[in-house]
């Protein structure tokens, strides 16, 4: 494949230029607060709706490969986009353009924190900037469900998959039994005529094999605070990680605070706290621990070595999922990955609901965001800076 033949939705006849798609995930990753449902929320609105890259399916079809392999889904669907656009070179410019903001600003951050022993003030730009995400990722959910709720299984599949998500139950567990429930409702739907049994119906090879390429096994490293161990460890948290930033806070403190001691729990929540103030991939917590355990040479490996295996399982998958949906099973698989992403989605815009809208201006400010968004398609980007400008403000006054 040529770096242009990927190139299938919008004008055909049209090339992306590499300067493109670096401009615009560059403004992405240095306005994209809130966590990975927010950036795909803006993807959607800058690459589908006002580009036209890709097709609503086309997003959905990759937004459902995302949560399928490890790793920090926003960047990898802008590791997706790029390749879409301008094959192995896009996907290496988008993946990284996407990333550069983010970890330019964590740095700042770290040398700071080291420097002044504190974080610097961010709370006021955070309770204008909050409202307008939630507004954002709704935008978001509305334009994508009215493509990927095809049918009345699919609704349903969706309902239930909420549900699951509202009970804790796994993601990645979720995602796999919404897909393989569409697969043999739709086989039922289609042999039941011919009388034949579920066990005849269902053909799991497929599943079983994509299931023990999603699940890899994790390694150990020896507890030494040095720069490779440092990438040896980062490059196992960004291969075998998969869910929230919540996963991501479980999975350092078990090595980084209780097996190894290299950090106490005070400086870990202070490198969590860093990663959701910041725009751009919450991943970027890498950076600060690297800075903070070795310095700059230590913020640089660490951050190669969480975001190095997204690019990697993007490589690979990423050819695939054209394939994947010009098969019938294979792309009602994709069909429930899709609507469970969203229903995961939902789920974790309902918990940052609860952070965000804590009293009656931020209420207003969402209302007004999502009546900007949904009636006159006001780029999100204003509306991030405009919620920072009156979050200033608003809290001055106060």
């Avoid at 960047?75 to 353009?97: C, D, N, P, Q």
């Avoid at 949906?325 to 698989?333: D, I, L, T, V, Y």
Wanted: glycine share 8%; proline share 5%.
């Amino acid at each position: 494949m040529t770096n242009h033949e990927s190139i299938k939705t919008g004008d055909p006849q049209t090339v992306t230029a590499l300067s493109e798609l670096a401009l615009l995930f560059l403004k992405l990753g240095a306005i994209s607060f809130g966590g990975p449902a927010v950036h795909i929320a803006m993807m959607e609105e800058e690459v589908v709706r006002r580009r036209k890259w890709l097709s609503h399916e086309e997003f959905l079809d990759l937004l459902g490969a995302t949560n399928l392999i490890p790793g920090p889904n926003s960047t990898e669907m802008a590791i997706h986009v790029g390749y879409k656009r301008r094959g192995w070179a896009g996907l290496l410019v988008a993946g990284a353009s996407f990333i550069l903001p983010a970890t330019a600003i964590v740095l700042l951050f770290a040398w700071a924190y080291v420097r002044y022993g504190s974080l610097p003030q961010t709370a006021q730009a955070l309770y204008g900037v909050k409202p307008v995400i939630i507004a954002i990722v709704l935008q978001a959910l509305w334009h994508l469900g009215r493509v990927a709720i095809k049918t009345k299984v699919l609704a349903v599949v969706g309902v239930a998959a909420l549900v699951l998500n509202l009970l804790r139950v796994n993601e990645l567990l979720v995602l796999f039994l919404s897909g393989i429930v569409v697969v043999i409702l739709r086989q039922i739907i289609q042999q039941h005529s011919r009388g034949k049994s579920l066990r005849a119906l269902v053909s799991p090879a497929a599943f079983v094999t994509l299931a023990q390429t999603a699940i890899p096994t994790a390694t150990t490293i020896a507890p030494t605070v040095g720069v490779w161990p440092l990438f040896l460890f980062f490059l196992k948290v960004g291969s075998v990680l998969f869910g929230s930033g919540y996963v991501l806070i479980a999975f350092l403190r078990a090595d980084l605070v209780e097996r190894w001691q290299w950090l106490t729990n005070e400086q870990l929540l202070d490198a969590v706290a860093v990663g959701q103030i910041t725009p751009g991939p919450v991943f970027t917590t890498a950076t600060f621990i690297g800075y903070l355990l070795a310095g700059t040479k230590g913020a640089v490996v660490a951050t190669i070595g969480i975001f190095l295996p997204a690019f990697i399982f993007v490589a690979i998958s990423g050819p695939l999922v054209p394939r994947i949906r010009r098969s019938p099973n294979a792309g009602a698989f994709l069909d429930g990955v899709s609507v469970a992403s969203l229903a995961l989605m939902l789920v974790v815009t309902y918990e940052l609901g609860k952070a965000a809208l804590v009293d009656l201006p931020t209420v207003c400010l969402a209302i007004v965001s999502a009546l900007l968004l949904l009636r006159w398609q006001v780029n999100s980007a204003w509306l991030v800076l405009g919620g920072a400008l009156i979050g200033f403000l608003v809290r001055s006054k106060w």
